[in-house]
């Protein structure tokens, strides 16, 4: 079945270093993959997406992802956090269902914690 | 370009009562979502709609959640009665269309349910 794990449930970093968030998913055809962002109280912003093509993907706000197909993964980075980064990050796949539709299937997702 | 908007924000009511959210996705997008997500979870489906058509609601408890999409645009989400257990954030989310592969999910800023 298609699933997507963040091994990560709280991650804290200080401010200035370096951030790898970790994504697997299990799915037998090529995926979709998306990271996104969200702030308390807010919804969901998509910080990045890879469709195909070059596997290292530029998103917003400094962050990339680098997709490993050997490995499953789609691991998303920032070389220097910032306080505002402190936020919950969701990793998804979107895959092709039986009804012909196509949908996400989230991560349960990354708590970021930023240290001054 | 306005975003998807959801009302209300918080709700708060006593078990077995009923409660109905409101979605209002981006202008001209076809496709819109409802997700559910638990403290401590990714979001998860409840239903898809294209246009004003169930296209996939293989996760809805429909014996308590309705949802409807009268003329492809606005959307309401219901829950009668209410468990304990659906005390989540109610997310709505639109896209252009979901058979092309740039479908990108446009999220609202969700309705926090809180059912004592």
């Known amino acids: 079945a298609q699933s997507v794990t963040q091994p990560d449930i709280h991650i804290t970093v200080s401010e200035g270093a370096s951030l790898e968030l970790r994504c697997n998913y299990s799915y037998g055809a090529t995926p979709y993959l998306f990271w996104y962002v969200q702030s308390p109280g807010q919804g969901l912003q998509l910080l990045l997406k890879?469709?195909?093509?070059?596997?290292l993907v530029q998103g917003i706000k400094g962050f990339e992802a680098e997709f490993k197909r050997s490995q499953s993964s789609f691991n998303l980075r920032k070389p220097s956090v910032h306080w505002s980064d402190a936020a919950e990050y969701f990793c998804?796949?979107?895959?092709?269902?039986?009804?012909?539709?196509?949908?996400?299937?989230f991560g349960t997702g990354t708590r970021l914690k930023v240290l001054a | 370009e306005a975003g998807v908007a959801q009302s209300p924000r918080y709700k708060i009511i006593e078990k077995r009562q009923s409660v109905a959210f409101w979605c209002n996705p981006i202008?001209?997008?076809?496709?819109l979502y409802w997700y559910q997500q638990i403290l401590g979870q990714g979001p998860k489906l409840l239903i898809q709609f294209q246009n004003n058509g169930v296209v996939d609601d293989s996760q809805l408890p429909k014996d308590r959640f309705s949802a409807e999409r009268l003329k492809g645009v606005d959307s309401t989400l219901k829950i009668q009665p209410a468990k304990l257990e659906d005390s989540a954030v109610y997310l709505c989310?639109?896209?252009?269309?979901?058979?092309?592969?740039?479908?990108?999910?446009?999220f609202g800023p969700g309705t926090r349910l809180t059912v004592l």
């Open positions: 989310a639109s896209s252009l269309t979901s058979g092309s592969s740039y479908n990108e999910q446009f």
């Open positions: 202008s001209g997008h076809a496709t």
């Open positions: 998804a796949v979107g895959v092709f269902w039986a009804s012909g539709t196509y949908k996400y299937i």
């Open positions: 890879y469709f195909s093509g070059d596997t």
